[in-house]
Structures are given as structure tokens and as C-alpha cells.
């Protein structure tokens, strides 16, 4: 079975800087990997996802991550974050055989300050 | 497009109540979950249903939660007795049959707190 290990539970960030959040996933087989954001009082959001292709994937508000096969990691980064982007970001990894139902990890909380 | 919708956002009861938590999946959508997530926890999946019927339970725990999609549209959950421990945010999700492998649409969720 799947699991997600997400390394940071709280990564506080100054405006305009980088950050990246942790991710590793354990699985047996081929997977399929998501980012999930939930900003305060909303619901969760996909924020990016890897099937398969290019290991590198990307968002449309800047934040890309790099499915790493070998390392079993699936990393978030920005290279300039904004007040915007304080938010709880989640994990998820599903796999074909388990139905693609997803597994979550525990999430990181990202708060950036001006 | 009108997104997932819940209710209701907040409910408070006492161990051993009721409660039921009602979910309407975005117009198409004929896969629908329920997760439970815990403060400081990822969420977790309780039910799938593809249409009307029941993919995955085995998370759901049966002795106390039920939940049903009689239509295959909207869904309810049920909780009873209550449980301090079933203090968590009820998410429900939907997502289109042929992209099972891509985005779930979440809706708000319900907070629940037990006393």
C-alpha cells in the first residue's frame, strides 16, 4: 500500500523568497502524484499532478515540482512566493492498483510574511 | 460551473447524538468520496461511490457511520452515536468516471465537534 510522507510541518517564508516543500511517497508500483492546496476557510484545490511524461510539471502560479523515481520524491518549490500563497499544501499519491484512490500526507503549512 | 457543495459548514453536538452531513457533487460527476481529515492529519477516505454504488468502504467505520447515494447524485453521512474521536473536518469530493487517475473537486467540508 501507498503511503506519503510529507518531511515539514510548518515552513514559515519572508515575501519574494524561494521556498520547497518535502514530499516522499512510498509505493511498490507505478504512481501518480498530486498537490493539493487549501487555503483558510476554502476547500482543498488541485494544484499539480504527475501522470506520466516530462518529470518536471508545473503550475500557473509559479510553483512546479520534479517527480525524482529514485529518490521517491515529489517535491514543491517557488522561487519567489507572495502574501497570496499562505496556505496548507497536501501530498497525494494514488497508484493503478489500488484503484487510484488517494493518499494524503499530513500537509505543510506554508505562512509568508511580509 | 457550480462547485461541490456541503452542508451544513459547522455542527456541534454531544457524544453519543446524531449527525448527518449532506453532499451535492458537481453536475456530472458520478464518482463521489467522503474523507475524514483530523486536525494535523492529511485527509483520509472513508466511502467511494461510482454513481449509486459503493466502490470502497473499508475505511468507513461501519458499527457507527453509514452513508448513501440513493440517486446517484447527492450523498449523506451519518454518524451515530458520535464518538469524541469523530471530532474532524467531513470532506466530500467528485470527480469525472474516466479521470479517476486525475482531480478530485472538493467541496468546503463540515467541521464537527464533539463534546
Known sequence: AQSVTQLDSQVPVFEEAPVELRCNYSSSVSVYLFWYVQYPNQGLQLLLKYLSGSTLVESINGFEAEFNKSQTSFHLRKPSVHISDTAEYFCAVSENSNDYKLSFGAGTTVTVRA | ?115
Not at chain 2, 460527476?29 to 483520509?44: N, R, S
Open chain 2, 1 to 115: 460551473e457550480a462547485g461541490v457543495a456541503q452542508s451544513p459548514r459547522y455542527k456541534i453536538i454531544e457524544k453519543r447524538q446524531s449527525v448527518a452531513f449532506w453532499c451535492n457533487p458537481i453536475s456530472g460527476h458520478a464518482t463521489l468520496y467522503w474523507y475524514q481529515q483530523i486536525l494535523g492529519q492529511g485527509p483520509k477516505l472513508l466511502i467511494q461511490f461510482q454513481n449509486n454504488g459503493v466502490v470502497d468502504d473499508s475505511q468507513l467505520p461501519k458499527d457507527r457511520f453509514s452513508a448513501e447515494r440513493l440517486k446517484g447524485v447527492d450523498s449523506t453521512l451519518k454518524i451515530q452515536p458520535a464518538k469524541l474521536e469523530d471530532s474532524a473536518v467531513y470532506l466530500c469530493a467528485s470527480s469525472l468516471p474516466w479521470d479517476q487517475m486525475g482531480e478530485q473537486y472538493f467541496g468546503p467540508g463540515t467541521r464537527l465537534t464533539v463534546t
